[in-house]
C-alpha cells in the first residue's frame, strides 16, 4: 500500500469563516476542516481517511490572533499558531499557565504550523485505530488495545467505555483548567461552550472527541479575566522531551492569600491529561485543597485523592504513581 | 473517451503510457520531460502515483500556481493534496530538501516559510502560495559562498553521514535570524525537531554555536 501520497482530493481554500461552514455544509460527511495540518496529513497519507473535499481553514485572517477583550480576559483565534500562543506576551503575563503547556506540545516546527484549535481538536492518538483497524472508535465492534495482549502503556486510567483512547493534548487540560470558553460557528449560527464540556468521552459519542458536529468549526478560545495573572502550574511527563504525546500532563491553575510560607488555597482549578478520553478535571483535589493551608501535607493528601477509583490497563499502572506525584508537585510548587 | 473516462468527467491518468516493461529508461525520463510532469532531477523523478489527473481546479484551488522559492518565482503545476517537500523535490529540483519520514517526525524535509522553520512534507504546497520560501539551496550566496551556518558545520565537523544536516542548517538559520546571540541551551531547542540518527546533536550544536560567535568551540 502507498504510503506516502496523499490520496486525491479537491481543496478549497475560503477567506471568510461563512465561507468556510457554506463549504462544509454542502459537502456534509465528504468534507474535512484542515488547520495546521498535522493531525489530517498522517490520515490521508495512511489512507484511513480519504475526504473528497477538504477546506483548508489557513486563509481565513479573522481566526487568527490574540486580542484583549473588554471584560478583561483575552480571545485567541482557533488558527493561531502554537509558536504565536507560546510567545505572545499577553498569554505569558496573565495566562502562563497556557504559553507553558502550548511550549511543550510536539517540536517547534510543529509549534509553527500547528495551531491551538487543531490542538484541541486531534483525533485520538491511539495506534490501533490510527493505524486503521475496525475498532470501535472507527465504527466497528473491537477494542484492540483492551485486549490481553493489547499494547495499552499510552492508555487510560478512567472513563473506559468499549474504547480506552486518551486525550491527546498539552494545551487541552490548560484551557479547561483556566475556564476556557470554546466558540463554535456552523450552520445554525455561533454557540459558546465551556471547555469542560468541549471535549467528549465514548459514553457520549465514541466515533468523536469533542462536541463539534460534522460543519462546525472551532473559532476562538475565550480566556476568562477570572484567571488572570492567578498562581499556576504546568508539566508533562512523555517518554521523549519532543515530539511524543504526554503519558500524563497536569495544569493547575491556584489563588493563594497569606504570606509566603504560610499561604492558603482560596480557589483551585486543577486538570490531569492522558488519563482519560475528555481532560481529566481533578475536582477531589479541588476539594481536598481548597481552604486549606499550602502545605507539604496538603500537597500529599491531594496527590493521593487524586488517583481513587483509576483503573489500570495491563500496561499503564505507572500512570498511577505518575498522576499522583505530578498531582502533589502541582499543589507543592504552584 | 468511451473506454478511459472514470464517470469523473476526465481521463484516468495512465502512467503506463510513459514505463512500459519494453521502455529503456532513457525513453522514460524523455517521456516525462516531453509530457511537461517535471524537469529538472531526473534521477529523483516519480510518477506521482495514486492522484488523479485532470484538471482539479474547475471547482477547488487553481494547479497553476507561482511559488517564491529562494527569492526566484517558479511558476509550476500543483497537485490540490501535494506537499511542498514533494513540490520542491520532484518538481522544482530541489533535492537538498531532504524526504525521511514523511510524517513530521523527523525534520529533514525543514525549509523556511515566511523565515519560520517549518517541515515541508507536512505543509500543502497550496498553503504557501505567493510566501517566501527558503530552502537549503537558497543560502548560497551571491558568489556562491556558504552560509556562515554551513561553513561552521564544515570547521566543526557537525555531520556524520549529513542527510539530516539541510534541515538542521534551516533550523539554525531561523534560529540565527530571530536570535543571533543564542545560549547552548537555545540552539538545544531550537534545534529539537530535527533528529539525526547518526547522534551527532553535540557537533551540531559546536557548528551553530560557532555560527553564531565566530570562536571555535570543539577541543582540538
Known sequence: MSRDMMSAFELYQPDTVDGAVDLLGRFGAEGWALAGGNDSFDWFKDRVKRPKYVVDLGGIAALKGIRESADGGVEIGALTSLTEVEQS????GRYKLLADAARRVASPQIRNSGTIGGNVCQDARCWYYRYGVDCYRAGGNTCYADTPEGQNREHCL??????????????????VALDATMVIVGPGGQREVKAEEFFIGPNIDIERMTVLEAGEVLTAIRLPAEWSGARFYFEKVADRNTWDFPLVNIAAAMKVSGAAGSETVDAIRIVAGAVQCVPRRLTVVEEVVRGQAKTAATASLAGQSAVRGATPLNFNHFKIPLLQNLVTRAIRDA | MADNTNGRGYPEPRFDQFVSKATSRRQFI??????????????????????????????GVERLLTLNVNGQTRPVDVLPNETLAMTLRYKLGLTGTKLGCDRGECGACTVLIDGVANYSCSTLTHAVRGRPIMTIEGLEGPNGELHKVQQAMIDELGPQCGFCTPGQIMSAVALLEANPTPTRDEVRHALSGNLCRCGAYDHYLNAVMRAATGERVSQA
Open chain 1, 158 to 175: 478512567w472513563g473506559a467505555d468499549r474504547c480506552v483512547a486518551v486525550s491527546p493534548s498539552d494545551t487541552a487540560p490548560a484551557l
Open chain 1, 89 to 92: 506576551s499577553v498569554v505569558q
Open chain 2, 30 to 59: 524523455k517521456g516525462v520531460i516531453f509530457s511537461g510532469a517535471a524537469a529538472t532531477g531526473a534521477g529523483y523523478l516519480v510518477t506521482l502515483g495514486g492522484c488523479s489527473g485532470g484538471s482539479g481546479s474547475a471547482s
